[in-house]
């Protein structure tokens, strides 16, 4: 009875992968003719290697956001990683695979364009844009976006008493929706209010539009204090390990703690400020208040913005899987510290694109520590 009924098993096991086998994809080409030539790989990655040469460093950065200076510096962190071994297939250099991922998230396009202007299978495109993303956030992660210490919130509050009049700031957070196709088996989850599947990020920043911390990957349908009550970042923020000073004298109101700012989806707590909303805005103190807050409060916007500016990919819907997503967004980060704040204005329908973009606010939460320092500023503010 064993043996027959093990021989039955075995039988329908040989049956369906034989249909498995009759049903698989078959490959009409190993290389598809159009990237047979022998020169057009030569050709379409000279492209490159000319704006590369070029007298005029602008004109790399154009295609790819890089000058060759900075292009440099990337690549001399990734090679190692990005170098494969010589086969009777045509090799894909570093340098080359490095510039179709720039490429890629500089100017939005899509694997399947890539794959006509640098003359490689879609296939291979999409494996070295994977691969490149994963290797910038392996090196570049504690280089770029490490782990804020006492001298940055420091640094970070010197900086926006400097640019805004507002003191003890160590940083401003927000979050913003991130446009993607809905995946597979999700239902709702990634639908947002907005309208459209997305992901959303989590980031703190500081007064130049840099990055200091992220949190990235949860589903669209996440608000601001249900995103942020699960986010690394604010049990960082609540523990000892983030090294926040302690309170410090202001002149007029007394001690008053290290704040990170942020919008009232967000809750006021002690370390963090948000601005009076009706009808608690009732006194020309509270307008002021809200007025300075909101000043210093934008710079977490102008990163959301120069990232968007920057990397033109994510001006539309992100055709990746959901890890995928992550990595980009990471990576786009990181490269976004490594260059520093953009330098041109940013363009009408970025900011418009950004401010659409925005998380959904939640449950207000109000602690009366919070309320208690939040009137410490507002007396602070109408002294001065």
């Given at each position: 009875m064993i043996s027959l009924g093990l021989a039955a098993l075995m039988n329908l096991w040989i049956r369906r992968r034989r249909r498995r086998i009759a049903k698989a994809r078959i490959r009409r080409y190993n290389i598809r003719p159009a990237h047979c030539e022998p020169l057009t790989l030569t050709i379409c990655m000279e492209i490159f290697d000319r704006y590369y040469r070029s007298a005029d460093q602008e004109d790399l950065r154009s295609f790819c956001r890089f000058t060759p200076t900075r292009f440099d510096e990337l690549l001399l962190l990734v090679e190692p990683q990005l170098t494969h071994p010589l086969t009777h297939l045509r090799p894909i250099f570093?340098?080359?695979?490095?510039?179709?991922?720039?490429?890629?998230?500089?100017?939005?396009?899509?694997?399947?364009?890539?794959?006509?202007?640098?003359?490689?299978?879609?296939?291979?495109?999409?494996?070295?844009?994977?691969?490149?993303?994963?290797?910038?956030?392996?090196?570049?992660?504690?280089v770029y976006l490490p782990v804020p210490t006492t001298d940055t919130w420091i640094s970070n509050a010197e900086e926006y008493l400097q640019c805004y009049g507002f003191p003890h700031v160590i940083g401003a957070i927000d979050?913003?929706?991130?446009?993607?196709?809905?995946?597979?088996?999700?239902?709702?989850?990634?639908?947002?209010?907005?309208?459209?599947?997305?992901?959303?990020?989590?980031?703190?920043?500081?007064?130049?539009?840099?990055?200091?911390?992220?949190?990235?990957?949860?589903?669209?349908?996440?608000?601001?204090?249900?995103?942020?009550?699960?986010?690394?970042?604010?049990?960082?923020?609540?523990?000892?390990?983030?090294?926040?000073?302690?309170?410090?004298?202001?002149?007029?109101?007394?001690?008053?703690?290290?704040?990170?700012?942020?919008?009232?989806?967000?809750g006021l707590r002690e370390y963090m400020m948000t601005p009076f909303t009706q009808p608690s805005l009732n006194s020309r103190a509270r307008l002021s208040y809200n007025t300075?807050?909101?000043?210093?409060?934008?710079?977490?916007?102008?990163?959301?913005?120069?990232?968007?500016?920057?990397?033109?990919?994510?001006?539309?819907?992100?055709?990746?899987?959901?890890?995928?997503?992550?990595?980009?967004?990471?990576?786009?980060?990181?490269?976004?510290?490594?260059?520093?704040?953009?330098?041109?204005?940013?363009?009408?329908?970025?900011?418009?694109?950004?401010?659409?973009?925005?998380?959904?606010?939640?449950?207000r939460h109000l602690t009366r520590a919070g309320t208690e320092v939040r009137e410490k500023f507002v007396r602070y503010f109408s002294s001065i």
């Open positions: 570093p340098r080359h695979r490095l510039a179709i991922f720039l490429r890629h998230i500089a100017h939005g396009i899509s694997y399947e364009a890539l794959q006509h202007e640098f003359a490689i299978g879609v296939t291979t495109v999409k494996l070295i844009c994977e691969e490149v993303a994963a290797e910038i956030v392996n090196h570049l992660l504690e979050g913003k929706h991130f446009m993607r196709d809905r995946p597979n088996r999700t239902g709702e989850e990634f639908w947002s209010f907005k309208g459209y599947p997305s992901q959303v990020m989590l980031a703190l920043c500081n007064a130049k539009g840099g990055f200091l911390a992220v949190d990235i990957g949860s589903a669209g349908r996440t608000s601001d204090s249900a995103l942020f009550s699960d986010s690394p970042i604010k049990h960082f923020l609540e523990s000892a390990e983030a090294g926040i000073p302690e309170a410090e004298a202001l002149e007029v109101v007394g001690p008053t703690p290290y704040i990170v700012l942020a919008d009232g989806g967000f300075i807050l909101s000043a210093a409060r934008h710079t977490v916007e102008s990163a959301f913005g120069q990232l968007v500016q920057r990397f033109s990919i994510f001006r539309k819907p992100l055709q990746v899987s959901t890890e995928q997503v992550r990595r980009l967004i990471l990576s786009t980060v990181l490269l976004h510290n490594m260059l520093g704040p953009v330098r041109e204005e940013i363009d009408e329908d970025v900011q418009l694109a950004v401010r659409g973009m925005a998380l959904q606010g939640g449950t």
